[in-house]
């Protein structure tokens, strides 16, 4: 095959990225380096928006096949881990690993604020629904309320994959967001008096209980919602591998190298999906308007149920602490701790935030895991059992 | 599943979090009886001392109060003791 000088530099000149580049692409590379940018010089999540950042910037260059969509391409690969729920799981297994639920075991009413704090997730899909979208699209913006990104990964990736760059997104810009976000609201919520409440010291928890609780806890959640079992499954052994303490070295990868490594594929994958085609729609914009509602939510659920809480124990709990249990762990606790010292600096809030905050943890896997229930593809029931709930759905007759 | 009305997720939210707060309290409880049967038991006392009620607050400007709340909280959760049992009184930022 012969060249001519000509031909071979009009071949090379014709695959060029600039020959294929498209506005949508041009758009996507600020979009990139927007990301970029809050990681590096704002510190917003940098171990997951520069990932996300860079591998938006390698998805949008046109012919390099970095995309998600591109088969054969790097990052293709790297995003199989995400659309056959293999990396928000392991993400999962480190955080289990990373988390003491010493607080949560001292204190287990603190679960209680880890659930009132997803009423964010349901508020927020009711707007989503009133915003036009379905059921499936509606419950995966929802989950943004959980305020833990490997679970609205999960889901976006389980019941609407279409929107997973935009709900990733919003999911961990808002959770960077957290220290801005929740002390407006927590302040307008509570009164000077009750964020200067001081809690009782937490009490010590046998080593035993500590043992007990994840293989515990995964029977009880995983019977009741066997959906949610690949991430409570995942967190509760990470959180075995700490407590048992014969697993040393597991517990050590899974807390250090394991989670680097899966961070990396989850976040580079994430944002090689973020292609023109996938985010300049209007559905992003509603997305990012319904993030910030539902952390907004979440955030009040917590502490008007803190509030409540406080009312019924007389005074023994400081409201403050429920705006941990939208999970974002430790960020949550530490914006409670902030809050109240505003108020009385002598005030130690961090420890007894940190009960609700995990909690907040296992709520989004046990809200995730409603969903998956309601418009997943979880196993069927026996034809004895199937019967019965037919029969309750009917007496029931739920619209 | 084609656009919803509002009542669907109205009913799913409410069914959802009754669910939620379902699963939690069992939890709630299944620790209790956890904790019931397996109490924690104190190790042999170490000697105690006393704390020094003259002592002052942290006031090295190099330390930030976030650093020195992180870290009475922390010597609190280790000793078992209420951080206004004690006080820190001297944190050496490193060089």
């Known amino acids: ?399 | 599943m084609d656009t919803a009305t509002l009542t669907t997720p109205l009913t799913i939210s409410v069914i959802a979090m009754s669910v939620i707060f379902a699963v939690l309290i069992i939890l709630i409880y299944t620790i209790k009886v956890m904790v019931y049967l397996a109490p924690y038991e104190e190790p042999p006392a170490p000697a105690r001392t006393r704390p020094n009620p003259t002592a002052a607050l942290v006031t090295d400007p190099r330390v930030p109060p976030e650093i020195v709340t992180a870290i009475t909280a922390a010597l609190g959760a280790h000793l078992g003791k209420s951080p206004g049992e004690f006080q820190v009184t001297q944190i050496n930022p490193g060089q």
């Open chain 1, 1 to 399: 095959m012969e060249l001519s000088f000509g031909d071979a530099l009009a071949k090379i000149l014709g695959t060029t990225g600039f020959t294929g580049l498209t506005s949508g692409h041009g758009v996507m590379l600020v979009v990139s380096c927007v990301l970029l940018y809050l990681a590096i010089g704002k510190k917003f999540e940098p171990l997951l928006l520069l990932p996300i950042g860079f591998g938006c910037l390698l998805a949008n260059l046109p012919f390099s096949m970095m995309a998600s969509t591109n088969e054969g391409g790097l990052l293709y690969f790297f995003y199989q881990g995400v659309k056959y729920e293999v990396l928000p799981p392991l993400i999962f297994l480190g955080v289990g690993a990373l988390t003491d639920f010493g607080p949560l075991l001292a204190n287990p009413k603190m679960l209680a604020l880890g659930a009132a704090a997803q009423i964010g997730v349901y508020t927020t899909l009711i707007g989503a629904v009133f915003l036009g979208f379905n059921l499936k699209e509606a419950s995966a913006i929802g989950i943004i309320g959980g305020a833990d990104g490997p679970t609205s990964i999960f889901i976006a990736s389980k019941l609407a994959p279409h929107l997973l760059a935009p709900i990733a997104v919003a999911a961990y810009s808002y959770m960077s967001l957290v220290p801005l976000i929740q002390p407006p609201i927590m302040r307008w919520l509570t009164t000077p008096e009750e964020r200067k409440i001081k809690m009782e010291q937490l009490k010590p928890i046998s080593q035993t209980v500590k043992i007990l609780f994840p293989i515990v806890a995964t029977i009880v959640c995983c019977l009741m919602l066997p959906g949610v079992t690949p991430l409570l499954g995942m967190l509760m052994l990470g959180n075995l591998f700490r407590e048992s303490g014969v697993t040393a070295r597991l517990h050590e990868t899974s807390e250090t190298h394991l989670i680097n490594i899966v961070t990396i594929l989850l976040a580079l994958a994430v944002g090689s999906s973020m292609t023109a085609d996938s985010f300049l729609r209007l559905e992003t914009l509603k997305i990012i308007l319904l993030g910030l509602i539902a952390f907004a939510m979440a955030t009040a659920g917590g502490v008007i149920f803190g509030k409540v809480m406080c009312k019924v124990s007389g005074g023994k709990i400081n409201p403050l602490i429920g705006s941990a249990g939208v999970s974002a762990v430790p960020m949550a606790a530490r914006v409670s701790q902030k809050v109240g010292s505003e108020e009385d600096p002598s005030n130690f809030l961090l420890m007894h935030a940190m009960g609700p905050n995990v909690a907040g943890v296992i709520g989004s896997a046990v809200a995730a895991g409603i969903f998956i229930s309601l418009f997943g593809d979880v196993g069927g029931a026996s034809p004895h059992a199937q019967s019965a709930f037919e029969a309750v759905a009917h007496i029931v007759s739920l619209p």
